[in-house]
T-cell receptor, first 112, second 115 residues
C-alpha cells in the first residue's frame, strides 16, 4: 500500500465551479499536511499547509485534514482558468525529518 | 529574493555517460533537498543537506548517485554512470529552518533524459 494516494485525474471543470481535491494516507505518524500547485515545466509551489487536524482558509482555498480518517482535502472556490495546474498533496512526520511524501498529483483544467 | 535556481534545465545523455546537476538555493537557506520525479510516479525524496552535511540520504537510489554541497552553498548531484531508469525530473528545494516542513521553495527542476 502506498503511503499517500491521490487520484491523478485529469479533472475538468467550468470556470466558477467549486473544486474538491483529495488524498488519503496510511501513515498515522504524519503531522504536517501540505498542498502544492505545479504549473507545467515549473517546480511545486506551496499553496497551503496544516499542522495536525483541522481546517485552514486562505482566500479561495480551504484545506481540511481529518486525521481520524487519514484524509485530506483542498477546496477551490470560484475556480479560474489560472487555477489550471497539477495539485500535489504532501505530508511529513515533522521535527528533524525534513523529507516530504508526495501524492502523484491531480491535473486540473478550468475551462472559461 | 531570488528563488532556487537549477541548471541545466534539460539534459539528454547516453547511457553510461556522466551528468552533473547543479542547484543554487535561496541565499541564507541552510537546508537543501533533492527530489526526483520519474515519469508516472510521485515526486520522491533523495537527500537533505544541512549546510554542508548530509542530514538524511535515505532516498538515494544507489551508489551511482553522488551529492555534494561544499561550503554549504550550492549543491551538485552527479549520476555516474547514467542508466535509462535515471530519466526524470530532478528538483531541488531549500528552506531556512530545519524541521520547517512547510517552508520549502522548489526550483523548476532539471529534466534528465538518458537514451
Amino acid at each position: 500500500q502506498k503511503e499517500v494516494e491521490q487520484d491523478p485525474g485529469p479533472l475538468s471543470v467550468p470556470e466558477g465551479a467549486i473544486v474538491s481535491l483529495n488524498c488519503t494516507y496510511s501513515n498515522s505518524a504524519f503531522q504536517y499536511f501540505m498542498w502544492y500547485r505545479q504549473y507545467s515545466r515549473k517546480g511545486p509551489e506551496l499553496l497551503m499547509y496544516t499542522y495536525s487536524s483541522g481546517n485552514k482558509e486562505d482566500g479561495r482555498f480551504t484545506a481540511q485534514v481529518d486525521k481520524s480518517s487519514k484524509y485530506i482535502s483542498l477546496f477551490i472556490r470560484d475556480s479560474q482558468p489560472s487555477d489550471s495546474a497539477t495539485y500535489l498533496c504532501a505530508m511529513s512526520h515533522g521535527g528533524s525529518q525534513g523529507n516530504l511524501i508526495f501524492g502523484k498529483g491531480t491535473k486540473l483544467s478550468v475551462k472559461p | 529574493e531570488a528563488g532556487v535556481t537549477q541548471f541545466p534545465s534539460h539534459s539528454v545523455i547516453e547511457k553510461g555517460q556522466t551528468v552533473t546537476l547543479r542547484c543554487d538555493p535561496i541565499s541564507g537557506h541552510d537546508n537543501l533537498y533533492w527530489y526526483r520525479r520519474v515519469m508516472g510516479k510521485e515526486i520522491k525524496f533523495l537527500l537533505h543537506f544541512v549546510k554542508e552535511s548530509k542530514q538524511d540520504e535515505s532516498g538515494m537510489p544507489n551508489n551511482r548517485f553522488l551529492a555534494e554541497r561544499t561550503g554549504g552553498t550550492y549543491s551538485t548531484l552527479k549520476v555516474q554512470p547514467a542508466e535509462l531508469e535515471d530519466s526524470g525530473v530532478y528538483f531541488c528545494a531549500s528552506s531556512q529552518v530545519s524541521g520547517q516542513n512547510y517552508g520549502y521553495t522548489f526550483g523548476s527542476g532539471t529534466r534528465l533524459t538518458v537514451v
